[in-house]
Structure formats: C-alpha cells, structure tokens
C-alpha cells in the first residue's frame, strides 16, 4: 500500500545495484494488487519481495499478455531459506487458480530480465521452475556492468 | 389572594398547573424549544409566575443561553422565594456552573421549605461527595434513607457514607441491617454480580478495621457461595492468612490462584515466596503490592538459603503445574546464583533472541538490583549499572552469541541448534542497548549500522538508534532517524508518536504537529483536536519546547491546558457517584474516589504546574524576556543595525497582521459555512488568544505561588514539590516558608545538588532580609543552624566540598554545585573551584550530555577566568561524547 512503499524501497535498493525512481514505486501502488505484488516476512519484518505485473505481449496481434517479474529480491542475510521460492511460487499458485478469472485469462506466459552475469538468479528460474533463457537483449541495464541481459520465460498455456 | 398571584406566588389555576408539569417533563426529556414554547404559553398569562420563569431559565440554560438564563431564574427567584422549585432550579443553574458551593446553598433553602423532597436531597447528596462535605454527606444519606428505606440504593449509599466518614463498624452493620431486611430466596442474597460485589465490599471494609483479619477471613469464607470474582476472592483470603500468620494456609490459597491461571501475576508469585519463607505481616503488605515484575526477591535482599529454599519449592511444586508460563521461568532469575544464575540466565537470553523481543534488554536491567538501607533499588546511573556483577555478566554472555553466530549461526560452539538470520540481529540490538545502558553510545550505534545493513526494514532499530543519538547529545539527528523509521510504515501510530515527541525535543513543533496530525481526526484544526482528546504527554513536551525558546506565553498556554484536563478529570468523577452506587461496583467506587483525592498528585499535574511555575518565575527574573518576543533590545545596536531591524520587526508585524487577517477571515467563512450547512451543529472553536497574552498578564509570582500552594497540599513526598516551594518562597521574601521548603527537602533527598545550592543561596540571603518581625527572627536563629548542620557557611561548604573530592563517584550536578558554591562564598578562586568539575567530573555518577552542558554554562558564566577550564572542558566531553552537537 502508499504508506508501506518506503519498506519497498529500502529493501530493493539493499538487493539491487539498479535503484528504481518514484513512478515505479507509484505504478506499483496505483495497481494495488496484491496477489502479484508481495511482501514476505521474517519474525515480524519485510526481508522479501516480488512485483509483477501483467502486460501485453510485445509485437503480438491477438491481444494476448503475459505476466513479468519486475523486481524480486529477498535481502542478503536471508537467502538460500526458500523465500525467493515461496515468492515466485505464490504468484504462479495465483496464476493457477485463477487462470480463467479477469485479466489472467489472456495471459500465456511469465517473463523477466536477468543479469548476463547474474548465474544464481538465472540457475534459481530454471531449475527450479524450469524457465527457458532466451535470448540477450544487449545495453538493457545503463548504470551496471554488463549491461546485457537475459530474457528467461516459461510458458503457462 | 390576588395580590400572589399578580406577584407571582400563586398556585396555577388547574390548566396551567398541568401546562407546567409539561414544562418539567419536557426539561427532563431534554425537549428544550417544546419546553419554552408552553412556558411562554404560561407566562403570556401570569407573566410573573416564579416557578414558570425560573424552569424558562432552566431550559434556556441548557440551550447555551447561560446569561438569559441566570437573569430568568433570578427574577423567577425573586418572585417567589418560598417556592422550593425556585430554590432549586437556581441550585442546578449553579451546578451546571459547577459552582457547587453555590448550588449546595441553594439546595438547602429549597429543603427548608420542603425539607422532604427526595429529588433536591439527592441532587444535594451528590454535590455533598463531589464536595467531600463527608459529614453533610452522611446527613443527606441518612434522612434520604429514612424517608426511602425500600431502596438498596439508600442502603448502599448510606453504608458508603458510614465508611467514608472513618465509621467501619457503622458501615458493616448498614450493610447487615440492609441484608436482613430482604426475604430469604430474594435474588439479592443468591450468588450474582450485585450480591457478590456487595460481599466483596463488606469484606473489604472489614478489612480495613485494625487488627480484624480473622473476622474478614471468616466472612470471606461464609460469602463464598454468592461470590462471582473468585481471583479476587482468592486474593483477599490469601492476604488475610498472611497477615494472620497462617503461611501453611495461605500458600494453599495462592496455589489455587494459581490453578486458577494467575501464573502470569508477579503479585501471587510474590505471595508465594512470603509463604513459603513465612515472612512477617508487614513485609508481606508491601510485598503483594510491587508493581511489574517485583517479588520479594527483588524488594528485599535474601540470604542464601531464603533463595535455596524458595527456588527449591518453585522446582518442585510450581514447575509441573506451569511448564509454559514466562513468568514461572523468569521469577529463577532473582532466586538462582553463581553457576546455576548463569546458566538460568544464558537459557533465558538465548530464548528471547531466538525469539525477537526488543524489550529484552530494559527487561534484563531490572536484575540489576543494589541494596539501599536494607532494601533493593534498580542501579540506574552508568557507572553502577557497568560495575554491576550481573551486567556483566550479560555483556559477557552475549559478546560470546555475538562471535559464535558470526562463525556457526549458532549461540555457542556446543549449542546443537542452527540459528535463523535474526537471531544475529536480535544479539545486535541486545549489545547495543547494553552499550546504551552504561552510557557507552557511540559503540552502540556501530552496532545498530550493522543492523541496519542487515535488514533495513527493522522498524526496531530506527527506534533504538534514535535514542542512542539523543542519549549522545544530538537530538536533530535523533529526531531525524526516528523520521526516517517512521516513513517506513506510515500506519504505526507508535513510531508517528514517538517521531512527534522527538521533534518537539529538536524544538521542531511545526514539524511535530504535522507528524501527529497524520494520527488525529482529519476534520478541524489538530492542535484543538489534541486538546480535546485530551492528548496531556504532547501537550507538555510542546510546552517545555516553547519553554526552551522563552516563548512564555504559548508555554502557559499549553501548561494550562494540561491543568484544565485535571479539572475535567476531576469534575468527570461526577457522573460515577451515582452509577457506581446503583451498579453495586462498591470496590471500584472507592478506588475512584481515592484517585480523585490524590489527582493533584499525579506526576504529569505535577510537571505541567512545575513548568508554570518556572515559567513564571523566568517571566518575574527578566521581565524582559515576555516582552522580547515583540521588542528587540535596540540599545545594544549600531544605528545602521537600529535601522535594519526596525524595518524588519516592521515587515514582520505586518506580515503578521496580514495573516491573523486572513485567518479570522477563513474563520468567519468557515463559521458563516457551518451555520448556512447545518444549523445544527455547534460553531467550531475559535482560540482568540492562540499566543497565551492573558496568561502573561497576570502576576507571575501570585501564579507561581497558586501553583506551588497545590503542589505542597498534593505531592508533599516528591522532591522538586519543595525545591519549587522554595523558589517562590524566597522571592516572595517569605523567608519562614522557604526555610521550611529546604528542611522538608532536605529530608526527602539530602544528597541531591539542587538541595545544596539552595542552602547555600538561602544562607547567603537570609541575613540580609530587612524588616523581619521578631519572632520570624527568632525561628530563624533556632532552625536555620539545622540547614548547615550546625556549623558556619563556610565551614559547611568546605566539609561538602571535602566530601564530594574524596568520594570518586560522586556526581556532577553536585560538583557543579560545590563548584559554583566556594565562588559564591569566595573560599576559592574561581579556576581552583572549577578544576573540580574538569579533572573528575566524568568520572563519577549523573554524567550525561545534558548535565555535561550544565557545566559548560557555568564556565561561561565566569567567563575569562574559567576559560581555560572551559577549553579542557570542552576537548574532554567531546572525547567522550564524539556526536555530541553544538557544544562550544
């Protein structure tokens, strides 16, 4: 909600190198839903969170859309215990039961950018909910090194 | 006759008489415009009908027409001064003035007249207790029961007279005749809540009659079957058995309360332990009355083998019955020492982090216990927390988490359980509230960075990290820190609240207000919202803000509200005198009352009336300083400067006038809105003197001694009560009054500095008063030698001053008095009587940031003879305070 967003923001920019502006974290609240955007807890504070939205399929011509990972991050002291799971996991348990509910209904597939460089994020989508890596969008990032990254996906219907 | 009737005296013919009883009844139902229509119907008629116009003034009141209104009932009064209802409408008119000394008169002239009249004795009764006219009280109650005997409420209310007016005995037989007078099988004698609280009272009352507890124990044994509050049943029965010396027994009973699930009081753990060492009668009062986590194993030291013997019986009988109870677990902890303590302590600590309890810390500082005459204190100065065996021992305890989890995740190397992110945390917040705790803050604050780096989101950590930085002497970033926690989740009222009082400690009230306002109703102004709610802790930290920026008046002003929410606490009792009675709650009746007669003695009436008063006497030292805020001091200036700020203060003035323009303007808008939109809602508040100007208009030495009168009547143990006392005294030129100050406070904390300078400014000061009457002179020589313990000024001074050198720990605000005293009494020069400050001031107990500027502004003050201990000064605080802001 607008008066949790700054928890939102303290947690992204200590678990990524890219800091995202006002509209982001504005967008994300305007859409107010809060099955695909999350918070997880630890003992009573956020440690982990995902946003997603879902949006058209680029270039597609029969209005289909798809879901897209925009952040999830989980800070450092907590990994390798499963949140980042829970996290993805929930949103694509939501994306099941509702599959044929509302907006959902068009969606065909899940998407997100990922680091060339970044070998753990890439190897948590694939193995463990068999994301396919697509090609590489080159000078996606301006501000990290490499800027490349990888486009991973996996299709829902 | 005529003649009455033209005057106004004269029953009503048959019809009007019935228009009248219309008239009341409408007042009653509260339908006050039906109620003054008929009234004017009566009065077209007999337009000088006392009656008729008083109950027209009666009503008019109520619809905030309170000047019509007194003139109405008056002329009403006057026309017929042998009518009771006149009497009595005038009575309420007064009540609802809450002039009640006024009503009370009235009510009586109406009884003479119709001495019988239930309704006025009631109303009467009731202003009697609100009064504390106990004896009139018990008067009103008895005739009302006399003439009313089928009523329990008489019963009661007259029982609760016999036990306010000191009649024990009287109050218990009330109650017996009253439950003889009922049938047997009456509802009234089965077990409910009424019978029960009744039962409850009467053993209460027995109780309180000396030396009675085995006819209490007895009583409570035989009411048994109606009682419905069985803790308090239980309660009671214990605390009779322990007076009587019947430990067997009593521990009996506390181990029902326990089976009952009171294992969570401190209070019946507190019991227990006085069984089981069969302490004497009047330890065990004390004991069953500490608050929080107090026992008797922390009010009094016990030997060895008292611990053995309780922890003993604790293992074994109350271990199995309450496996699961924190409290059970945590009472060991003042029972258990050496190796076993450790142990005890090392499980409890390893629980509460693993857990994440942030008020870990502050919980464990209640172990740190000194003894003082025989009794236990908590050490709350740095340096006897940091030589305290327990601290310690916690510090060492909780250094060896700190390495463990930073290697293994786990608390220690033989530990078998892995540890979750948080406990690391925790183990970080704990050794920095430890480091707090001994003053130790910039180690501190080291750790909290590391828990932030952490986990960010720690809402916990902003808190304490706040008040390491106010502790360390910078309270803009304090307050800035607590913002930035506070940002984090705007729904937590708590951090919002905390924020605004840190502000207000930054002197930053405009950004206070919009903190809380972000809490308070949307609607309306905030700071009247505040008001209303009663918002008293904000109020106060507002006004010392002011205090601190010598805006006087607005500081009056908020002291003055604060004292306004004590007369309306005051004045709220009295709706419960009556529901109390009728809902049989008898015990909490009592309680209320005796709340009430020690309001004045609660802490925050006596902060708000100290600030008055300082505020006050600020206001009567430099007359000036009220009038600084609107007249610089232009003779100090360069006419080019004059010149400069002349305009300025011009363009301020009128910016200023614009805006309160402005403002009444909106005002009346809004107002004229209000009026148009709906009628009936009440025109919003408008303050007309926002800035306090009446307040600073009055005699400031008539208020302060208004202030400190109440003070000496209502907290005559707290310390500062006297030293106020004295303050106004001495400037009164009372001299007898503020002699007797120093002796009343120098009985209740003879150690303290504030006690010592006053002595001495008082041993200065007194000889020189002219015009003395003899006998004050006379009392004067007698008493005043106690002061300085019979010896001469100077001879005092040095002996403190000796004292003060060779005891290493003593504290600063007392060096800082011995100091300021030989340069007072010119037995030291003034460098040699500062080096005491600069070379042990830090090293002794009361040091902390504010005391250390304390003693900066004493060095300023002598100026380029202290100089160059001010430089020193300075360099060593800094040392020790790194963060400490402007300290020049």
């Known amino acids: 909600t607008k008066q949790t967003t700054k928890q939102l923001r303290k947690l992204n920019a200590a678990c990524f190198p890219v800091s995202y502006n006002e509209n982001y974290y504005r967008e994300v609240v305007k859409r107010q839903n809060d099955d695909l955007n999350k918070f997880a807890y630890w003992n009573g504070f956020v440690i982990g969170a995902v946003c997603t939205r879902v949006e058209p399929i680029p270039e597609s011509t029969n209005n289909?859309?798809?879901?897209?990972?925009?952040?999830?991050?989980?800070?450092?002291?907590?990994?390798?215990?499963?949140?980042?799971?829970?996290?993805i996991g929930s949103i694509l348990e939501y994306f099941e039961s509702n599959r044929n509910v509302g907006e959902l209904t068009t969606v065909d597939e899940i998407v997100l950018h990922v680091q060339t460089s970044n070998d753990d994020a890439i190897r948590f989508y694939t193995t463990r909910f068999g994301f396919e890596q697509g090609e590489m969008v080159e000078n996606y990032y301006r501000r990290i090194d490499p800027p490349h990254c990888y486009v991973l996906s996996k299709k829902l219907r | 006759k005529p003649g009455d009737l033209a005057l106004g005296r004269q029953p009503l013919p048959k019809k009007e008489a019935d228009l009248f009883k219309t008239v009341v009844k409408h007042y009653e139902m509260k339908k006050y415009k039906k109620g003054i229509k008929l009234a004017d119907t009566i009065l077209k008629k007999f337009p000088n009908h006392g009656e008729t116009l008083a109950m027209k003034g009666l009503t008019l009141n109520c619809l905030q027409k309170r000047e019509d209104a007194h003139a109405l009932v008056k002329k009403g009064l006057m026309n017929d001064m042998r009518s009771h209802v006149c009497w009595h409408v005038y009575g309420l008119l007064h009540r609802s003035d809450r002039n009640y000394n006024e009503a009370i008169k009235a009510y009586k002239q109406a009884l003479k007249i119709d001495p019988e009249n239930l309704q006025?004795?009631?109303?009467?009764?009731?202003?009697q207790i609100q009064m504390r006219d106990l004896d009139g009280f018990a008067v009103t109650r008895h005739?009302?029961?006399?003439?009313?005997?089928?009523?329990?409420?008489?019963?009661?209310?007259?029982?609760?007279?016999?036990?306010?007016?000191?009649?024990?005995?009287?109050?218990?037989?009330?109650?017996?005749?009253?439950?003889?007078?009922?049938?047997?099988?009456?509802?009234?004698?089965?077990?409910?809540?009424?019978?029960?609280?009744?039962?409850?009272?009467?053993?209460?009352?027995?109780?309180?009659?000396?030396?009675?507890?085995?006819?209490?124990?007895?009583?409570?044994?035989?009411?048994?079957?109606?009682?419905?509050?069985?803790?308090?049943?239980?309660?009671?029965?214990?605390?009779?058995?322990?007076?009587?010396?019947?430990?067997?027994?009593?521990?009996?009973?506390?181990?029902a309360m326990f089976r009952r699930g009171m294992t969570e009081d401190y209070a019946v753990h507190s019991a227990y332990m006085c069984c089981v060492l069969e302490l004497d009668p009047e330890s065990c009062e004390r004991a069953l009355v500490l608050k929080g986590t107090g026992t008797v194993a922390t009010m009094i030291p016990l030997t060895s083998e008292q611990k053995q013997k309780v922890w003993a019986s604790h293992k074994e009988e109350l271990r199995p019955m309450m496996a699961r109870s924190p409290a059970a677990q945590r009472v060991p902890l003042t029972l258990l020492e050496g190796d076993e303590f450790r142990k005890a302590i090392d499980a409890y600590c390893q629980k509460s982090l693993a857990k994440g309890v942030p008020s870990l810390g502050s919980d464990l500082s209640s172990l740190y216990l000194i003894v003082k005459n025989n009794l236990f204190v908590r050490a709350l100065d740095p340096v006897d927390v940091a030589s305290h065996p327990t601290y310690q021992l916690i510090v060492e305890l909780v250094d060896g988490y700190l390495e463990s989890l930073k290697k293994i995740t786990k608390f220690s190397p033989d530990n078998e359980n892995e540890q979750s992110p948080s406990s690391l945390l925790w183990t970080w917040y704990l050794r920095a509230t430890l480091h707090q705790q001994v003053g130790e803050f910039s180690e501190a604050l080291k750790l909290t960075e590391l828990c932030l780096e952490h986990t960010p989101t720690a809402v916990d950590v902003y808190e304490l990290q706040g008040s390491l930085l106010k502790g360390a002497g910078d309270i803009d970033a304090a307050a800035e820190c607590l913002d930035k926690g506070r940002e984090l989740d705007k729904q937590d009222r708590y951090i919002n609240n905390l924020t605004t009082k840190?502000?207000?400690?930054?002197?930053?009230?405009?950004?206070?207000?919009?903190?809380?306002?972000?809490?308070?109703?949307?609607?309306?102004?905030?700071?009247?919202?505040?008001?209303?709610?009663?918002?008293?802790?904000?109020?106060?930290?507002?006004?010392?803000?002011?205090?601190?920026?010598?805006?006087?008046?607005?500081?009056?002003?908020?002291?003055a509200a604060v004292v306004k929410h004590f007369d309306d606490f005051h004045e709220d009792q009295f709706d419960f005198h009556s529901y109390c009675i009728r809902k049989v709650t008898l015990r909490a009746y009592t309680d209320v009352l005796d709340f009430e007669d020690h309001l004045w003695g609660q802490p925050f009436y006596g902060v708000a009336a100290e600030g008055i008063i300082n505020a006050y006497l600020a206001i009567f030292d430099t007359p000036a300083t009220a009038m600084a805020e609107a007249e610089p001091d232009y003779a100090s200036m360069t006419p080019a400067e004059r010149k400069k700020a002349k305009a300025q203060a011009r363009k301020k003035k009128k910016a200023l006038e614009k805006k309160a323009m402005s403002q009444a303007e909106e005002a009346k808008k809004k107002n004229e809105d209000d009026q148009n939109g709906n009628k009936k809602k009440v025109a919003s508040v408008v303050d007309d003197d926002p800035n306090g100007e009446a307040l600073l208009k009055l005699d400031p030495l008539e208020e302060a001694k208004k202030y400190a009168a109440r003070l000496v009547k209502y907290s005559p143990k707290r310390f500062s009560t006297w030293i106020c006392q004295y303050d106004v005294s001495i400037r009164r030129g009372k001299v007898l009054m503020a002699l007797q100050a120093l002796l009343k406070a120098n009985v209740l904390d003879p150690e303290s500095s504030e006690i010592f300078t006053r002595i001495v400014e008082f041993s200065q000061k007194y000889p020189k008063v002219e015009g003395l009457h003899s006998t004050v002179k006379e009392v004067l020589t007698s008493e005043s030698p106690a002061l300085l313990e019979g010896k001469s000024l100077a001879e005092y001074v040095a002996k403190t001053t000796e004292h003060v050198r060779s005891d290493s720990l003593a504290s600063l605000p007392m060096k800082i008095a011995v100091a300021e005293a030989n340069i007072?009494?010119?037995?030291?020069?003034?460098?040699?009587?500062?080096?005491?400050?600069?070379?042990?001031?830090?090293?002794?107990?009361?040091?902390?940031?504010?005391?250390?500027?304390?003693?900066?502004?004493?060095?300023?003050?002598?100026?380029?003879?202290?100089?160059?201990?001010?430089?020193?000064?300075?360099?060593?605080?800094?040392?020790?305070y790194p963060l400490i802001a402007s300290f020049e």
């Not at chain 2, 405009?510 to 919202?529: C, K, M, V, W, Y």
């Not at chain 2, 918002?535 to 500081?555: H, I, N, P, S, V």
């Not at chain 2, 060095?859 to 020193?872: C, I, L, N, R, V």
Request: glycine fraction near 6%; proline fraction near 2%; charged fraction near 25%.
């Open chain 1, 64 to 87: 289909r859309s798809r879901l897209y990972i925009m952040t999830l991050g989980v800070l450092a002291a907590y990994r390798g215990r499963n949140v980042g799971t829970k996290l």
């Open chain 2, 143 to 255: 005739t009302i029961l006399t003439l009313k005997p089928n009523t329990k409420m008489n019963w009661l209310s007259f029982a609760m007279a016999k036990y306010l007016t000191g009649d024990l005995r009287g109050a218990v037989s009330v109650i017996d005749i009253y439950l003889g007078t009922l049938t047997p099988g009456s509802p009234e004698l089965e077990r409910g809540f009424e019978s029960s609280e009744l039962a409850m009272y009467r053993n209460f009352v027995l109780a309180r009659i000396p030396k009675n507890h085995m006819e209490a124990l007895d009583h409570l044994e035989a009411c048994k079957s109606v009682v419905v509050d069985e803790g308090a049943w239980l309660k009671g029965k214990a605390h009779h058995q322990l007076q009587l010396g019947m430990h067997k027994e009593a521990k009996e009973t506390v181990l």
């Open chain 2, 502 to 559: 840190y502000m207000l400690q930054a002197n930053k009230n405009d950004i206070a207000l919009q903190r809380i306002s972000l809490f308070t109703r949307h609607e309306g102004n905030p700071e009247q919202n505040l008001f209303d709610m009663q918002c008293t802790w904000y109020e106060l930290e507002l006004a010392a803000c002011f205090a601190r920026k010598q805006e006087w008046g607005k500081c009056l002003k908020k002291y």
């Open chain 2, 824 to 880: 007072a009494t010119q037995s030291q020069s003034v460098p040699e009587a500062l080096s005491l400050v600069v070379d042990t001031g830090l090293k002794g107990r009361g040091v902390s940031t504010d005391s250390c500027r304390t003693a900066l502004q004493l060095f300023k003050k002598y100026g380029d003879e202290a100089a160059e201990a001010k430089s020193e000064w300075i360099a060593k605080v800094k040392e020790r």
């Open chain 2, 120 to 127: 006025i004795l009631r109303d009467l009764s009731l202003l």
